[in-house]
Every structure is written in C-alpha cells, then in structure tokens.
C-alpha cells in the first residue's frame, strides 16, 4: 500500500513529505493505521545530526492508532484494537526480556536501534529501495508495520490523540519517577529541563507524593506550565544560581532525587551536584554521540550518592501503558496540558524549529487517511 511520510535524507535538512510503499505485516507483525504522532527531541537528534541514522528514514516513535491486519502469530492484538506504539519492540526471548526488563531488551541494538524490524529487514520503500523505519516504529507515516510487542493495547474510549504522547515523553517522564527512582512520598524532587519528558516526570514526582516538585528551565514559559502542572517552585536558570537556591527551598543541601532531561553534559552534572547526600539523580536525557561528563568521584562515595540512567521509564510497556492511560482517564494525570499544538504532516519542520527555540511543549502530528 501507499503511505504519506515525512523522510529524513540528510542531517540539517529539512524532512520532505513523500509517498512511500509499505508492505504487509510479516509472521508477528502488525499493521497500524497511525491517528497521531507526537515529535520528540530523539527525533531531532537524528535531524540535526547527533546521533547517526541510516538514510533514507522515516523517524516517529511516540505514536497511537488502530491495528488493522495482524500477521501471522499474532495473539495480543486483532484488527480494530486500539493501540499505543512502543520504541522498545522486544523479543520475549533475550535474558532481559525473561527478567522482566524488556526495555533493555538485547535484541533492541541490532533491530531497532538499526531502524529495521526483528527480521533485520524493513517493510517500507521507495520503487523498490529499502526505507528505514526509526526505532521500527515510524510514526511520522500515517501507517506503519510494527513488531507485535511494539503495539501495546489500551482501551478503546481514549483519546488516540493524547494518549499518542504515552509513547515516548509521558511512559519515559512518569516511568523514570516511579520504576526507576521509585521515588519515596514527601521527597525533594528537581527536574531539569520542562519538555515533554521533563514535564512528564513533574506529573510523575507529583503522583508519587514528592514534597517538593523544583523545575528548571531556560524558558519562563515551560517553567509557566511546570507551575501548572504542580512544581512547587521553578527556577530560570539563565537568571537563577540553581545549586545557590536549593539550600533555601529544601532546607538541607540538595535535593533527594534529581532527573535531567535534556541531554547536556553540563545539566547531567548540575543534575549530580544538585543532590543532597545519599541522593539519587537520574540521566534522562540523552545526549549527542560522543559526549562525557565529569563528576567528583569522592564526593560520591563519601556522601553516598547515586547517579544512575533511565531508558524508556524502566517501563514494562504492556504493564505500564494501559496504566498510565487510566491515571489520565481518570483524571489523576494533566496529559493534554503537554500539548502545544496538534499539526498536519507538512508543519513537522515548523514544530522541529519551534522544539529548537526551546518555545514548545509537544507538537502532535493527526495523520489524514
Ligand atoms: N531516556 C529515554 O528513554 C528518553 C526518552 C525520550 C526522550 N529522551 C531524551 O530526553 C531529552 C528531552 O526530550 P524532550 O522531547 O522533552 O525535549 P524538548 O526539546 O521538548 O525539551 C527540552 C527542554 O529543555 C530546556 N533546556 C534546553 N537547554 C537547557 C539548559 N541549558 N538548561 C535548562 N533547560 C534547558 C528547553 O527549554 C526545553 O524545555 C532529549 O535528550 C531526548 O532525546 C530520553
Ligand atoms: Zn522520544
Ligand atoms: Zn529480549
């Protein structure tokens, strides 16, 4: 069949809307009509080149929509079921996967991580040209043939629209707060970086019962939302000296838990010093090949603190997905206050430019049919 795509080609060039071809699903594969996709910072990585892809690409990793025709083997999903898309397709099989960790999944470097589907090879191209598909996901295609574990049922009455961002910011944000830190009621919890992960994981400190929520952010108007969403203070960093503040608001030397999401080395270790003794920071964000950080090694150990990483929310998507779904049908997670703007396919480089000013909370893709 015939899909419309944004294609990535080159690093720092715009992405181009093209008809693509996309076959059938294969043994354990699935077709999805994809609703909507919202745009993350991982798919600006590969647009402006920090990370290495191969080419030509369709990226799109945080997407919603309805399965419509199951390959052969397939037993967690039928035609008409509504599902949320995972970028962490898994193999059942691997250690990781048997000890409950798929997001860790050992398969993921060779598949995935290679943008093609667990065979090695890829269902989308162009007159007979291979076509990647990011993360075997592709969201930015308003259908895409994914891996049955990348699929992940949730219930009919949600929206697809917003529960599209459970796929990436929102099972990342709220994951990294409750799988990873397990974060204890009452806690002093610091997030840097008010995106859609970082606003995610405000929402998360929030649910967890975190005494104090501190955001930080270059941007008075993520800090705006962060506020709305329940931090307890926000600090500009452009203007504030946040380790200077923290005494003041926490009453001891730091925070107990601090997450970093955006991906810079210098607010990984802002992250770290931030952290009163026996606290834990979490890398979140994801940085440009290449980069280090530096940390002081003694002061880690003699104040016992934890710095540690957090890949997909330590999620179980099948176990956490249709969960998370329910906190914000239910009314207990603020989802639609992520949203910027919902956009036609031809805008993505518009919403990729705006994610660059660092002026947006998330851009949402509807796909036409
Ligand atoms: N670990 C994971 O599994 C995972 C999953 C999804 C995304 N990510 C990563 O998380 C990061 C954030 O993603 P996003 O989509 O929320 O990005 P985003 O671009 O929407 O948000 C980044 C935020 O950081 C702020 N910011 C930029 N530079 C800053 C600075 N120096 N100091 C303070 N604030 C600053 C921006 O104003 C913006 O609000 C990216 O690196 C992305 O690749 C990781
Ligand atoms: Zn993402
Ligand atoms: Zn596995």
Known sequence: MDVTAAVFREPGQPLTIETLQLAGPGPGEVLVKVVA?????????VVNGEWSSPAPLVLGHEGAGIVDAVGDGVTTVSPGDHVVLSWMPYCRRCHYCLAGRPNLCALVESTAYNSVMLDGTTRLSQDGEPVYSYLATASFANWAVVPETAAIRIRDDAPLDKVSLVGCAV????????????????????????????LSTISGAVIAGAGQVIAVDIN?????????????????????????????????AGVDYAFEAIGLPTTIELAY????????????????????????????SDREKTLTGSNYGSCRPPVD?????????????????????????????????????????????????
């Open 171 to 198: 099972a990342t944000g709220i994951g990294a707060v409750a799988n990873t830190a397990r974060v204890r009621m009452g806690s002093s919890v610091l997030v840097v970086g008010c995106g859609g992960v970082g």
């Open 321 to 369: 997905f249709p969960k998370i779904v329910d906190l914000y049908m239910n009314d207990r997670l603020p989802l639609d206050s992520l949203i910027e703007r919902t956009i036609d396919i031809g805008e993505i480089n518009k919403a990729f430019d705006a994610m660059v000013r660092g002026e947006t909370a998330r851009s949402i893709i509807i796909h036409q049919h």
């Open 273 to 300: 010093d931030a952290l009163a003794p026996g606290g834990t920071a979490v890398v979140v964000g994801q940085v440009a090949e290449g980069k280090k950080i530096t940390i002081d090694p003694f002061v880690m």
């Open 37 to 45: 996709s919202g745009i993350c910072h991982s798919d600006l990585h």
């Open 220 to 252: 008075d108007s993520n800090l705006e939302r962060a506020r709305a969403l329940g931090a307890t203070h926000t600090l500009n960093s452009r203007t504030e000296d946040v380790l200077a503040a923290l005494p003041g608001i926490t009453g001891s």
